[in-house]
């Protein structure tokens, strides 16, 4: 059994692969773009070799190397921040248990005071986590609990708080302007603490996904990225994308509404899965 | 922005078509490149797409375009109607039970905006006059059932639910005669968030649907899905039989192919748009609306 030969076909069967993932048309070209070279210029033949190579050029440009990494300090300070319905809150309860696994201590600050019950949904998971949790009532200053919870973070000498706020679209400017308050007091408050500033993203999303990049990271300093409901038939190629245009590593994965079920990053295991059926 | 420079290219092509008197194929294969690049940028899925721009250029090289006084006008006039064809299409309204006690059932992925969108629906429908009743059939996602309840209370309609039962099914069924007994005309029933390829929770909801027999299944689509739209949508209508769309989160700068991709998929009508996260923010659908926010015009 011989393997293909490498023929215009295969490019155009790749190039598919890669729109359908949801990677945008530019960096697509460019990955064929530089795919073609590669073919020419290594002399490829097979169809494995090919597949191989084009997902290393992926790789390529997905991996960033130690930034993949959550950051290592403490006192840390964790601020999740998206668009409605990615999965911050739900990522936020399995961070907490990963970090309590590593042994670290944790404090949770339910700063979405706008959603229904977005409290109590973070009020549960602390208590299916073993976490403390500050929250205030329903439509109070987001900003305020974040004081609260620096202020007793402090107190208590907690290794890590992380943040939970509302979805916000990022073309409101209302809301993103609220946002970058508590932006502002975690750096007032706590300016001795580490920062995190994760983006989270749904694997479902579209070309959306670098507007999203865009604006959130002009109001923040977003330090990573993560990339939620994997588990799905989703294949999240739009943080290809973001990756290559805004130089944002991806730290975590989630792969399911569990608890246990976020996971490190690995560059090399995404592109390659772009790839499998 | 991508979106902006795509959009204005397209305009561009768009422009040196109408200016032309004399349209070869050479003029519409390069227009036509545009427009499928344009469609991908707005993330309608791939094999749409494909098919889309062939169908146009089939039209368009039409001797009747050609050879007519405005063939560019034409060209432009043919994407604009298959795009609003493709949207459109027959009972975009939500149907009510003619023996007047009407389900609803709300399902999709999770996190798209169905208890949002249930207690959106409810709201709408009082002011139309029905007197609905909520349902919370959630039994998974952490608070689901306080959230249903926080919402039921903002827009002032009763929420029906059963904390300590573990079936949805007998939790719907239980609230369709509760609120047929108690004199409500419509439920609208909230389901947990799921993925199409889990078969026990796709199962859950084939049970559901066999108990209370819902006169219209709809299922809640995120305005900023990409590709993956299709395979969703598709999943829950081969399993369910959907009767609707109601796409969400159409507040914000998402181009919204993902709408021609399920219409496209399901067949199944967009029935309402999402457009922020309060209880008024619901509007029913215009397919020529979605038409120009896609091509970005
Ligand atoms: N399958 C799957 N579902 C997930 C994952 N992460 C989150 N979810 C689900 O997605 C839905 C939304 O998650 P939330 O954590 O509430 O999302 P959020 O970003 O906090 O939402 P808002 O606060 O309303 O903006 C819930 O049903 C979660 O269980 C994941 O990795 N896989
Ligand atoms: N901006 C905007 N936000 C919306 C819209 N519809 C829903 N949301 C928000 O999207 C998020 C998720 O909404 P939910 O109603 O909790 O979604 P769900 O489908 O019930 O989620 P699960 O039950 O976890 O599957 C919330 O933050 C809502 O406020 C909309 O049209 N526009
Ligand atoms: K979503
Ligand atoms: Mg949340
Ligand atoms: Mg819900």
Redesign the pocket.
Known sequence: FLGRTVDEELLEELEEVLITSDIGMDTTMKIIGQLREDVRKQGLTTEQQVKERIASIVEGLIDKGENHQICQETPLVIL?I?????????????LANKFKQDGKSVLLAAA?TF?AA?GE?LELWGERVGVNVISHHEGADPSAVIFDAIQSAKAKKTDILIC?????IQTKKNLMVELEKMNKIIGREYPEAARETLL?L??TTGKNAVSQAKEFGEITDITGIVL?????TAKGGIVITIADEFNMPVKF?????GMN??KEFDPAEFAGGLFNE | MAFESLSDKLQGVFKKLKGKGVLTEADINEAMREVKLALLEADVNFKVVKDFVSAVKEKSLGSDVLESLTPGQQVIKIVNDELVGLMGGANSKLTYSPRGFTILLMVG???TGKT?TCGKLANYLKKNGKKPMLCAC?I???A?IDQLEVVGKTVDVPVFTMRDCKEPEVIAETAVKEAELKGFDVLIVDT????QI?EALMEELVRVKKAIKPHEILLVVDAMTGQDAVNAAAGFDDKLGIDGVIMTKLDGDARGGAALSVKQVTGKPIKFIGVGEKFDALEPFHPERMASRILGM
């Not at chain 1, 319905?85 to 739900?90: D, N, P």
């Not at chain 1, 939970?164 to 916000?168: C, L, P, Q, S, V």
């Not at chain 1, 994965?253 to 509404?257: A, D, F, T």
């Not at chain 2, 947990?192 to 993925?195: D, I």
């Open positions: 999740m998206g668009v409605n319905g990615g999965g911050k809150t739900t990522s936020i309860g399995k979405d959603r977005a949904q939970d706020t509302a979805g916000r989270v749904d694997a939620t409901k994997l588990d799905g994965i989630g792969i399911g509404e079920d976020l | 992925l999770q996190g949002t959630d998974y996602r952490p689901a947990a968030g799921r993925l889990d």
